[in-house]
Every structure is written in structure tokens, then in C-alpha cells.
């Protein structure tokens, strides 16, 4: 049997393990026999780190991020003004990560690459707003690669 036959064999539940496949094998089968084989898949949280970190893990929209004080702490502000103190122990990449959600300027379905170039730190309200068509326009910084180019 084909292994990638063996890999819908087996999610039909006709095999009883998964097949052995390694992840550049699985990708190619797929680019192969896919409708969509230019897509690339999902950013891994790698990608999504990077652009939290390059972004300094703010909105990109509004004042939600992260803002660090005299004493150690970190205080994350909300998109209404809001603050959240956390204890210096806690990790505050971690529940900044969780917060801020990774949006895509040009969408894929539009030709958007995963590049950091096309990806912006919003929080999850402005996101929502994006989608909806509530925000109109999302500043790009002057420090930041034009869109459509590699750094």
C-alpha cells in the first residue's frame, strides 16, 4: 500500500496505527494531490513568537500590550485603558502570547505569505473589528520591511 494511501486508510479507521510519514513527505503528498499546494501551512508558534517579540508584544491598532514598570512588574493594558498587574515571578511572554492573537495583512486566500512582513500583533478586539471591516487601516511603521518584501 502507497503511504499515502495508507494515511487515508488510516483516518477511515482501517488501519490501526498511523502510517509512518515525516512532516516534508506528508507536505509534499499533499502539495501534490492538494487544490490549494501554494499555501504554506500555518504559522508555527516559532513565526507567531517572532512577530510578538518584533511587535514588543503591543496592538498594533490600540494601547493593549505590555508595559513594564520601576519595580519589576508587568502591567498588561487593555484596549479600554484598563491595567493588569502581574507578580514579577510570573512569565509575562506567555500570557502576553495568549492575549495578543497574529493577524495576516494580506490575507492568504488573497496571496498572503506567513512572512513576518505580512503579519501584525493585534489584540483580539481589534482583530475582530479587522475581520469585521470596523477598522479601516493598520499602521505600518517606518522600521518595519514594505509589504510584498523581504528584510
Known amino acids: 500500500m502507497e503511504e499515502w494511501e495508507s494515511v ?5 479507521r482501517e ?6 510519514l515525516t512532516i516534508t513527505q506528508l507536505f509534499s503528498k499533499l502539495s501534490e494531490n492538494g487544490t490549494r499546494s501554494y499555501r504554506s501551512p500555518q504559522p ?3 513565526r507567531k513568537a517572532s512577530v ?3 511587535d514588543k508584544f503591543k496592538c498594533a491598532l490600540c494601547p493593549a500590550g505590555r508595559i513594564e514598570t520601576v519595580d519589576g512588574a508587568s502591567v498588561w493594558r487593555a484596549r479600554d485603558g484598563r491595567t493588569r498587574r502581574r507578580p514579577p515571578g510570573k512569565s509575562t511572554q506567555g500570557t502576553a502570547a495568549r492575549v495578543l492573537e497574529i493577524h495576516h495583512v494580506v490575507p492568504r486566500s488573497n496571496g498572503g505569505a506567513n512572512d513576518l512582513s505580512n503579519l501584525i ?4 478586539d ?5 475581520h469585521d471591516r470596523r477598522a479601516d487601516r493598520i499602521p505600518r511603521e517606518e522600521t518595519r ?3 510584498g518584501t523581504r528584510p
Do not use: G, M, N, Y
Open 44 to 46: 508555527s508558534w516559532e
Open 126 to 130: 481589534c482583530h475582530e473589528d479587522v
Open 15 to 20: 488501519l490501526p496505527d498511523p502510517p509512518r
Open 145 to 147: 520591511p514594505a509589504l
Open 8 to 12: 487515508r486508510a488510516w483516518k477511515l
Open 121 to 124: 500583533t493585534l489584540c483580539p
Open 52 to 54: 510578538r517579540l518584533r
